[in-house]
């Protein structure tokens, strides 16, 4: 893990389009601001896992058997 230390208004560059800025530090508390391309997804490591869980939980439909070109009859032309 890559350890930074950053002040108010500093940012950090993941790549060539993803910047992390320390917009505000009270406390404990830090708050950041994530600029990145729509199709990043970013999420607080809670809300991630939350929703590794559900889709853990999705039931999958069934699936149908299929049948190999061995097993199918053959065609009449």
Known sequence: MLVLSR?????????????????????????????APKEVPVHRTEVFEAIQRESQREPVPPTTPTTS?????????
């Open 7 to 35: 002040q108010r208004d500093e940012s950090i560059r993941i790549g060539d389009n993803i910047v992390i800025t320390v917009v505000d530090v009270r406390g404990d508390k830090v708050r950041l601001g994530i600029d």
């Open 69 to 77: 070109a061995e097993q199918r009859p053959p065609q009449k032309h």
